[in-house]
């Protein structure tokens, strides 16, 4: 059952951030209907799986996480081995660099990794379909860590359609030292009418032509407003991103992450120079679309 030529495994799990992100409706299970643009972006986990006897047995490193069932690495784990009909155990580190609870699906990334990485650690030859089948039980969000890179998510986010890869930019990636919870940011979403919803047709078109403007302007997302009244922090994250030459800037996901655009990775560098002297932000990242 083990792959005979390795007994570790290391992958890495990438952050993503949305380009896009508009709510269309609500399932009767609680689920929201959502069109994602969705986009990895260069930050990432580690994660080291290594064969054991038995047991699924998690350590984590540069983050304050569970290391037993609630931990999503764990789940996956546990479900593919179950997939696989695997008799043996693993033991598996995470090195966390993603912000935690940051909208950047640190959580669904690394159970998307454990997937990835334990599907080749046991030789077990599952399909990618198959695999984002398991994802999907896991989080809506999987199947697209699975796939990564530019695409279209729709349905609960599980429906996939990869896109031409985004156009290089400099990307600035900034986290203020607040937690948000992603379960209220929906329940106020649907106390209320969503008034503008994001381009997503056209963020399709701009980027399937590389038309890094096209994207910068029409970067939304129908949760900003709900966390922004939360926090006022994010606004003004924006509002500095956007003073020191930001092409656009946007909350990721249910947030507080705030990400902005630029023409060179020299540019949102600066403007992450001048972002550091304000102390808005406690994590901050120059980096780039993958
Ligand atoms: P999303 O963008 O999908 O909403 P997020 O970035 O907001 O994700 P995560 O960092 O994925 O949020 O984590 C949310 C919660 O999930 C945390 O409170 C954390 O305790 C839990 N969790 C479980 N496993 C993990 C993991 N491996 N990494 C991060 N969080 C995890």
Known sequence: MMNPHKDTIIRKAYAKIN????VTGRLENGYHLVRMIMQTVGIYDVLTFTAARSGIRISVEGGELPTGEDNLIYRAARLLMEAGGVKEGVDIHLEKHIPIA???????????AALLGLNELFALGLSREQL???GVCIGADVPYCI???????????????????????GLLVAKPDIQVSTK?????????????????????????????????????????????????????IKREMMANGAMGS??????????????SQEQAGAAGDCLRETGLASELFVTEFV
């Not at 380009?19 to 508009?22: A, C, F, I, K, T």
């Not at 695409?151 to 890869?165: D, Q, Y």
């Not at 078109?205 to 966390?227: C, F, K, Q």
């Open 132 to 134: 984002r089948q398991l």
């Open 19 to 22: 380009l896009g992100l508009d």
């Open 147 to 169: 796939m990564g890179g530019t695409a279209l998510a729709e349905g609960i986010g599980e429906l996939l359609t990869p896109l031409t890869p985004a156009p290089p930019c």
């Open 102 to 112: 940051a909208g950047m699906a640190g959580g669904s990334s690394d159970a998307a």
């Open 250 to 263: 946007l909350m990721s996901g249910s947030g507080p992450t705030v990400f902005g655009i630029y023409g």
């Open 184 to 236: 209220y940011v929906y329940e106020q979403l649907d106390a209320r009418e969503i008034g503008h919803h994001p381009d997503i047709d056209g963020m399709r078109s701009a980027i399937e032509t590389g038309d890094l403007t096209g994207i910068a302007d029409r970067l939304g997302n129908v949760l900003e407003t709900v966390t922004m009244e939360a926090c006022p922090v994010i606004g003004r």
